[in-house]
């Protein structure tokens, strides 16, 4: 019985000194540090609602190049080009006598500028120029908008009378080359008439008329 006894108590304390062991090792592992095991909070994004833009008055927007060239006087005024760009001569001086004097209104001398420009005479030419002059050198509300294009008309006139003034110079040059020709041509008939002249044979005098015979063959009585 005792030898039982002695050899289940060593068994146990056997048995025992494992497990104190183990649980001396787990009571001097380091424990973690707080931040490790603790999780970063979740980050929460702020809600986006839409929202509508707010509509803009028309006058507060930036007017485009199409808005500016399709309302207002200048659209008036290109098409007022548009339509006197066909009209012929006769229709032309019907349209400008109907306008007669611009005045001061930029509106009308512009008008005028325009059909002056498709007369073909170099005055009415300046004369659509100086009326541009006139329209870019007004700084009224009413001239203002028609500024743009009056520039890009005055640069296409100035332009298309540098152009008429080469045409004409160049036909000016032309009569007198074919007028210096026409000169050349009267000397040379004119020399090729002497030396025909000089070619000529001179002219024989015609021979005396022989006295008529007699019948009896007696000479005539003086």
């Known amino acids: 019985m005792s030898f039982s006894f002695v050899r289940s ?5 056997a048995m025992t000194v494992p497990f104190v062991l183990l649980l ?5 592992q380091p424990k973690p ?10 980050v929460t994004l702020p809600r986006v609602m ?7 008055a028309p006058a507060t927007q930036p007017a485009s190049l199409f808005t500016l060239m399709t309302q207002g006087p200048l659209a008036a005024m290109l098409s007022y ?4 760009r066909p009209l012929n001569g ?3 001086s019907a349209e400008i006598s109907r306008i007669g004097d611009p ?5 009308t001398q512009m008008q005028l500028a325009l059909l002056l420009s498709q007369t073909r005479v170099p005055a009415d030419l300046a004369r659509a ?3 541009l002059q006139r329209v870019l050198a007004n700084p009224s509300p009413e001239a203002q908008p028609l500024h743009p294009f009056a520039r890009a008309l005055a640069a296409r006139y100035v332009e298309q009378r540098r152009v008429e003034d080469d045409r004409d110079k160049q036909a000016q040059q032309l009569r007198d080359s074919q007028r210096r020709i026409d000169q050349l041509n009267d000397r040379i008939e004119a020399l090729r008439a002497i030396e025909r002249s000089f070619a000529r044979p001179a002219s024989t005098p015609a021979p005396a008329a022989a006295p008529a015979a007699t019948t009896n063959g007696a000479k005539p009585s003086p």
């Open 24 to 28: 001396a090792a787990c009571a001097t």
């Open 103 to 107: 005045g001061d209104s930029p509106t």
């Open 33 to 42: 540090p707080a931040e490790a095991n603790a999780l970063p909070p979740p």
């Open 50 to 56: 839409p929202v509508e833009a707010e509509p803009k």
């Open 9 to 13: 108590s060593t068994f146990a304390g």
């Open 90 to 92: 006769a229709d032309l």
């Open 129 to 131: 120029l100086g009326l």
């Open 81 to 84: 080009a548009d339509k006197v």
